[in-house]
C-alpha cells in the first residue's frame, strides 16, 4: 500500500469537489479522506495500490465538472501501516 498526501490549488471550493472526490475514490477502493483548506485549496489523504492510485491522481489533477484544477501537490507518506476505514470527508 502506498499513502499519498495532495494539495489541490485552482477553483476547487464550491464545486462540489469534495463529494465527488469521495465517491470516485470509494470505487477505487481507495481508503483516506478529503477536506478544504481556509486557503482555497483541497487537501487529500490517498491511500491504496499503485493500481488504484494512479487513476485517483489523474481524478484529482482534472476534478469535477466546475471545477478548474491549476496544480496539484504530492508528497509521499508511505509508512507501512494502513489507514483504517473507508474515504470520508473531513470538515
Do not use: H, Y
Amino acid at each position: 500500500m502506498k499513502r499519498v498526501r495532495c494539495l489541490v490549488s485552482g477553483r476547487v471550493q464550491g464545486v462540489f469537489f469534495r463529494g465527488a472526490t469521495e465517491r470516485r475514490m470509494r470505487e477505487l477502493g481507495v481508503r483516506g479522506w478529503v477536506r478544504n483548506l481556509p486557503d482555497g485549496r483541497v487537501e487529500a489523504l490517498l491511500e491504496g495500490s499503485d493500481e488504484s492510485l494512479v487513476p485517483a491522481l489523474e481524478f484529482l489533477r482534472r476534478g469535477p465538472r466546475g471545477a478548474e484544477v491549476t496544480r496539484v501537490e504530492t508528497r509521499d507518506e508511505s509508512t507501512g501501516e494502513t489507514l483504517a476505514g473507508d474515504f470520508e470527508i473531513r470538515r
